[in-house]
Antibody, heavy 117, light 112 residues
Framework: QVHLQESGPGLVKPSETLSLICSVS????????WTWIRQSPGKGLEWIGY???????DYNPSLKTRVTISIDKSKNQFSLKLSSVTAADTGVYYC???????????WGKGTTVTVSS | DIVMTQTPRSLSVTPGQPASISCKSS???????????LYWYLQKPGQSPQLLIY???NRFSGVPDRFRGSGSGTEFTLEIRRVEAEDVGIYYC?????????FGPGTRVDVK
């Protein structure tokens, strides 16, 4: 059974870069779309972006200048980097597997990130 | 950007009774090839969201058949035929036809 697990610092200082990793176990990362979504009280669920198995990416235009999603197939994990963070980036960050038109069928448990000095 | 709206924003239902949630999109979610990119997710208390319905009306594996999705174009509905205690949580609709993909604000369902 495939499981996703987010990891990374729970506290990031303003203007620094938020870095999270999603580890995929029980299955290969060599297919499907690998997605990051966040949830904050002020903005609900927000789609951040995804990387396709082929290496292409799509990002939310509102975050595009600050976000990078990458895949490390050798470690079966994918990552999120969000630069120049502010308090508005505080929230729970989820990784998920998107089977394109079949929806996001697997989600990690989420990791809470707080942006504060 | 496509804006997703949901009504009602909260719902309190007696177990065994039906429930219905409406989702509307600001633009059509129908692709030129005919597929409609509308999904429903449920976030149970303390959990991450889980997929219920994809492509408007297709139940994800393991989702009970008391859940039914319907609709077309810009108007969609999620119906729960007979609500059970385990159905409590926040229901979100989501579109993936156009970037940025977007969620509705959610409908909180609780059981009386």
């Amino acid at each position: 059974q495939v499981h996703l697990q987010e990891s990374g610092p729970g506290l990031v200082k303003p203007s620094e870069t938020l870095s999270l990793i999603c580890s995929v176990s029980g299955g290969s990362i060599s297919s499907d779309y690998w997605t990051w979504i966040r949830q904050s009280p002020g903005k609900g669920l927000e789609w951040i972006g995804y990387m396709y198995h082929s290496g292409g990416t799509d990002y939310n235009p509102s975050l595009k200048t600050r976000v990078t999603i990458s895949i490390d197939k050798s470690k079966n994990q994918f990552s999120l980097k969000l630069s120049s963070v502010t308090a508005a980036d505080t929230g729970v960050y989820y990784c998920a597997r998107d089977r394109y038109d079949s929806g996001m069928d697997l989600w990690g448990k989420g990791t809470t990130v707080t942006v504060s000095s | 950007d496509i804006v997703m709206t949901q009504t009602p924003r909260s719902l309190s239902v007696t177990p065994g009774q039906p429930a219905s949630i409406s989702c509307k999109s600001s633009q059509s979610l129908v692709h030129s090839h005919g597929k409609t990119y509308l999904y429903w997710y449920l976030q149970k208390p303390g959990q991450s969201p889980q997929l219920l319905i994809y492509g408007v009306s297709n139940r994800f594996s393991g989702v009970p058949d008391r859940f039914r999705g319907s609709g077309s174009g810009t108007e969609f509905t999620l119906e729960i035929r007979r609500v059970e205690a385990e159905d409590v949580g926040i229901y979100y609709c989501m579109q993936t036809i156009q970037l940025p993909f977007s969620f509705g604000p959610g409908t909180r369902v609780d059981v009386k």
